[in-house]
């Protein structure tokens, strides 16, 4: 039987720290090897099908981590966005990003702004990157901006629907067919809580640097058995 691929995938991240005290490793190791690990894994995942890829790197909750640990993160990102920048171009893969601005160290915001203006118009899928994100606040900000734009006489109120609502989220993305969290614990952590609505969800109880293809196509494996009904009846 032919294996299909759901259209947008959004994967929580889980599992880097405790990954590195299994092996002995500083914790901060354990964060550089997720990220490695992304990289690989995200244009393996496109280049599947999927056409949105979302996942959950930084929390807004995880500035309450050490100052260490944090500053660690975002030199990351900005080395991650400045270097693979080229090549995730050349691979066609568009990079956006889903959360608030603020807190954020402007180096980051450059990178950011560098990476997603170099790739905007490439087309063979998005990756969707969630950075200072947090799941209630995107709803949040979201109705702000539609009450503003009400208030403005730019929105009818009669036209609102939940489909609507989504122009108003960080990113108009389709809703979410499959979410995988690492590691095996089985929350969705205030990530994309509007958007998962009628999403299927799988939990492996592998750490996510070590969740690979192998372990990706397991994932679409169990996402094929299921049978998505979106409150209805079965068929």
């Not at 981590?65 to 400045?82: A, P, Q």
């Amino acid at each position: 039987m032919e294996k299909y691929y759901p259209e947008h995938v959004a994967i929580i991240l889980d599992g880097n720290r405790r990954w590195a005290k299994e092996k002995g490793l500083p914790q901060l190791k354990g964060h550089q090897k997720g990220f490695e690990n992304i990289r690989n894994l995200a244009p393996y995942i496109i280049n599947k099908g999927v056409k949105y890829l979302s996942v959950f790197a930084f929390s807004t909750e995880n500035f309450k981590r050490s100052e260490e640990e944090v500053k660690y993160l975002m030199d990351l990102f900005v080395d991650m966005f400045k270097k693979e920048c080229d090549k995730i171009h050349e691979e066609n893969i568009k990079i956006i990003f889903s959360g608030r601005r603020e807190n954020l160290r402007a180096d980051v915001l450059e990178a950011m702004d560098y990476i997603t203006e170099k790739t905007k118009n490439n087309t063979l899928g998005t990756f969707n990157i969630c950075l200072n994100y947090g799941g209630q606040q995107e709803i949040v900000d979201g109705a702000k901006r539609l009450a503003q734009d009400v208030k403005d006489g730019k929105v009818n109120l009669d036209v609102v629907d939940n489909k609507y609502f989504y122009k108003y989220m960080y990113n108009e993305l389709p809703p979410i067919d499959f979410l995988i969290r690492t590691s095996g614990e089985e929350r969705i952590s205030n990530f994309m809580i509007y958007e998962l609505s009628y999403s299927e969800m799988y939990f492996p109880k592998v750490y996510f640097p070590d969740f690979d293809a192998e372990e990706f196509e397991r994932a679409i494996d169990e996402y094929n058995t299921r049978e998505r009904r979106f409150g209805g009846n079965k068929k």
